[in-house]
């Protein structure tokens, strides 16, 4: 019986997109990110029982914004502080042995 190579997320990465540093690497993770963060948002809004259009409204913005947001597209940090800040939803950053930081 062949035995099977398995290989490691980061392995399966390094050898379809390359080495963390090159250009097609970082693009993706920096897409990947953005479409995660953009879940995260849809999620939140989900759980709050908002239309994208009341969260538009909450954050001023049209509906299809919203929509773009939930899909990654147009993503700031100064945007998330914002969506989530609207929501109600607290945000820290943990900073190791310096302890945690509040982001809004």
Known sequence: MAT?????EEEALDKVL????????DGYEAEMNSFLM???IRKARLSKHLTQEQLGDMIGV???QV????????????????????MG??????????GKVALW
């Open 67 to 86: 929509s773009r947001i939930e899909k990654g597209h147009n993503l700031t940090f100064a945007t998330m502080a914002r969506v989530f800040r609207s």
């Open 62 to 64: 049209k509906r299809a």
């Open 89 to 98: 939803i607290r945000a820290t950053l943990d900073m190791g042995s310096v």
């Open 18 to 25: 390359g080495e963390k540093g090159t250009s097609i690497r």
């Open 4 to 8: 099977m190579k398995f290989y490691t």
């Open 38 to 40: 953009g879940e995260a």
